[in-house]
């Protein structure tokens, strides 16, 4: 179906000039769509829901559209003016939907384009490791009392690091392509740390860490870094948007901000935290997040870094075991080089623990 037609199902008005694609991102097919209106060129986003990832594209629009309407009222409510650049707005149909779908199968969905902001594949600077942890952290902050119902869990069991770990140890068990071999200090790695996987459900178990609304994709091109006063102004990409623990959100940040390194880095050498990247990322959370986190989460913050990145790794380790079939691929030992990165960098944050922990405590001193 042409962009023309499925940009004329929602509520843009203006004569359609062009549309391209648009972005790096993996999972949905992106465009950046013009129209023009009375002289003016008005830009959208226009994105085609990979349903194959988010089957009930109608709750995934529920929990969106519930997400930036909560944060577009708290922008209101502290006075902003310029909310259309600080939460994403979803563009509704012509009938009032949240989403349209085409006669070919496909779910659409437009947002306003958020002007004069870049969201960054690689981080520059560490200024822009900073934001990029103060934004998410003000996001799930805004969501600490969203009304209603808990969000839609909207791929289950994301988190459940038992779920993975006995799904590596199936992979392992039954080593269908005898790599078992050629992955033996990983595997050894993958079980001496697997006690990490119990940690985080006891705690949630034992009431001392809260199910919050946390977003689960907080890699740092999904915050949008203004161009003009170099502020992490949006938070982006809220399809995995639903209930979670905030320490998996900064996890993740950790994993994937604080080595200058690519996933699959063979140089192993050179993969591992950064102290100066991380204390960017630490303080730019906990900038907001000394206001909202309870004490235990504060404490567990390091350990969140290694306990993703192990389960990361986990997953290259387990998709290597079982011939690659979930992560592509494109040359041999690719998963195994991409598990052996994320255990270096376990094994970077494990050997710099108490630097890191002091930084921790430097934020609520
Ligand atoms: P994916 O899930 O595929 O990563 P994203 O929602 O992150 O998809 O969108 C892909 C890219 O499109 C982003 O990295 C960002 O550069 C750009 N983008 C997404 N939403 C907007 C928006 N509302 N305004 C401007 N750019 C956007
Ligand atoms: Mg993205
Ligand atoms: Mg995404």
Redesign the pocket.
Known sequence: MQLEQIVKQFQIYGDFVEGHP???????D?Y?VSVNLSGTKVNY?L?RI?NAIFPNVEKLMENITRVTEHCAEKFCQMGYSDISRRC?TVVKTHSGGSFYFDHEGGYWRV????ED???FDVPETNEQIYQAGAAFARFQSMLVDIPGEPLYEIIPGFHDGKKRLAAFENALEADRFNRAANASAEIKYQLDNAWMFDVLPDLVKKGAVPIRVTHN?TKI??V?IDDKTAEGV?V??L?TVMPGLSLYDFGDLVRTSTSPTQEDEKNIDIVGLRLDRFESLLNGFMSVGRDYLNKTEIEYLVFAGKLITMTIGMRFLTDYLSGDTYFKVHREGHNLDRCRTQYKLVQSITDQQDELESLVADTVR
Request: glycine share 10%; charged share 15%; aromatic share 10%.
């Open positions: 648009y972005g790096s991102g993996h999972i949905n992106t950046k986003l994105q990979n994403l947002y306003l384009f958020v902001a870049t969201g994709d091109n999904n949008l949006c982006i990409d399809d």
